[in-house]
């Protein structure tokens, strides 16, 4: 009998057939899990772009790029930039949170890093918990702080900024408060676990070497807080770009941002393959944004990153 | 000027104090951790503060580079008192005992960091930087970060980014605790070279008896809070004052003794004879001999200052051997041995020797007279 060569696995000698046989159970349920419920549905949303929206909202053939063209702003009334528009407003909007996000989350990592081990592990709780209450139930608690009758409304009447009788919400305010509430965790734990990772005694060393408190800070504690940084903005800004839970209810379904215009198109307007073909070019959108930014810090760079 | 290490030590240093520390104490709490440190040290020697971990030594070291503030006390900087001095502002540099190296700079930009918060000038800068990697030798290595870089290399470039600064003293933390024995010897005699080439005030710390004696021009070995002695590496090793000193550089065999004339105390062991000077007869006193000082021998000796023992325990070191053997009273000596070849060395256990005890090496210990156990320095 002719031997099976040999493969070394985890300290086992292991034929090739069972080193793939071990590949499939190990591997295999994430494989066809991403298969399943990512790439098919995805795949559907593609095809869905391309189709036609007929008079009773079902999507049918003939296949076509109307759909992306629309969306360009070319309708059969004529040139609208509409939906450019509201890209531009979320991706302003989206910036705006991660930029409050950002603010908040750099003091506040470090000062959580500068507690005790065991402090620290409860300060950080306190950060995550939010994020454990529904996001809509959040957003309504906020609709009720923020109501005309509630204490912190007529406070901020008394200061005179909100007129009497109304909210503060809906208003921008509210939008960007909910926002940052939500956000504000995914770039905080980045962060804080880029920041404890840091050898405090470097800004002894720096001192050391004639830094003053101040330059030590800036040139040795905060480029390497910078890939947790970088983390945070991207785990922050491209799900603000799709949100659309919080400028709904908050905003008062005024200003519509792309997330609105997307639920939209599902929802009230039935319109399937419009809807895909939007939430595609956002898609694309971040994507692009992404592979710019892997082109500038490279390979290395992205797998720190994620 | 390429100093040899042997002639390193007879060289002439300057009368100059460099660094005084006058009456520092310092307390974390309610722990006193310096009780009143007074201590010289002169321009351009090597100095070890040698002591066991707890012993206040790095607290010293950080006072001196401006990381804690004593609580009472003066530090004299080259005759400037530095306690109104941010560490920024102290002409000290310090190797630190993790290296502290910057983990994002390559190793060039973190040589070039002192000198460039010192806004020396660009071309100045890498001239400067380049000599002080080739002078620890990893001018080979400028361009890597530190990750890529080996223990003894990172030592390395710490070393280089203190050194560039040409500070009037360098300060170095247990800079080689990390290091495996081998890489730690060679870096021992670099650094002695170094410090000889540069001229510069080295004030170096360790728990590592071995390593002080080995690198130091002097030494103070301390002890919670208290230098126990201070003085040049022989004299301390050769004439211990106390019995931690005794027991901490190096190894010792104490014995009580009672003074019963000028020149012998009685023991034990019986009636020794000791050069050394003897306090009054009838007064207690502590002695110290070195396991290596005392000889083994299978002939019975006419010799004074010979008993007879029995070997207990023999231990094969290689170039030295050693052994523990009994005396009747049932007193263990420790005793080391030279495997020369030239004298016998090779005994066994249960083996019936006598020991002989020369009187030149019988210290007086100062500071107690009757054992007590030191917990927790044999290390």
Sequence with gaps: MKKPKLEAAGGELLTPMQLLSRAAVTAGPGIVWIALFLILPMLILLGYSFLTRDELGNAVFPLTVDNYVRFAGWDVLGYDAAYLIIVGRTILVSLVTTLFCVLIAYPLAFFIAAHEPKTRDRLMIFVILPSWVNLVIRTYAWMIMFNPSSPITQLAATLGMVGPNEGLYPSDFAVYLGMINVFLPFI???????????????????????????????????????????????????PALGMFVVPDLLGGAKVALIGNSIAQQFGASRDYPFGAAISFLVMGLTLLVLWLYARRVGEKGMRDLL | MDLNIGERRKRVLEDSVDVHFKDIRKAFGDVEVLKGINLEIRRGEFFSLLG???????????????????DSGEVLLRGQDVAPLPPNQRSVNTV????????????????????????VPATQLKDKVRSALEMVEIGAFADRRPAQLSGGQRQRVALARAIVNEPQVLLLDEPLSALDRKLRVNLQVELMRLQARLGLTFIFVTHDQE??????????????????????????????????????????????????????????LGVFEVSDQLPNVGQDVLLSIRPEKISLSRAQSSLANTVAVKVTDDIYQGATGAYRAKTNSGFELEINTMNSGVTDSNFSIDEELFAYLPADFLVVLQGQSKLEKIGGDES
Excluded at chain 2, 53 to 69: D, N, P, Q, V, Y
């Design chain 2, 52 to 70: 066991p971990s707890g012993c206040g030594k790095t607290t010293l070291l950080r006072i001196l580079a401006g990381f804690e503030f004593a």
């Design chain 1, 188 to 238: 905080v734990l980045p962060l804080y676990s880029a920041v404890e990772r840091i050898d405090w005694s470097q800004l002894e060393a720096a001192q050391d070497l004639y830094a003053t408190k101040t330059q030590a800070f800036i040139q040795v504690l905060v480029p390497q807080t910078l890939p947790g940084l970088t983390a945070g903005i991207i785990l922050t800004a491209i």
């Design chain 2, 96 to 119: 630190f005992q993790n290296y502290a190296l910057f983990p994002h700079m390559t190793v060039a930009e973190n040589v070039a960091f002192g000198l460039k918060m010192r806004k």
């Design chain 2, 211 to 268: 390593e002080a004696l080995t690198m130091s021009d002097r030494m103070a070995v301390m002890n919670k809070g208290v230098i126990e002695q201070l003085g040049g590496v022989q004299e301390m090793y050769e004439r211990p004052a106390n019995a931690f000193v005794a027991k901490f550089l190096g190894s010792s065999n104490l014995l009580e003794a009672t003074v019963t004339s000028s020149r012998t105390v009685k023991t034990e």
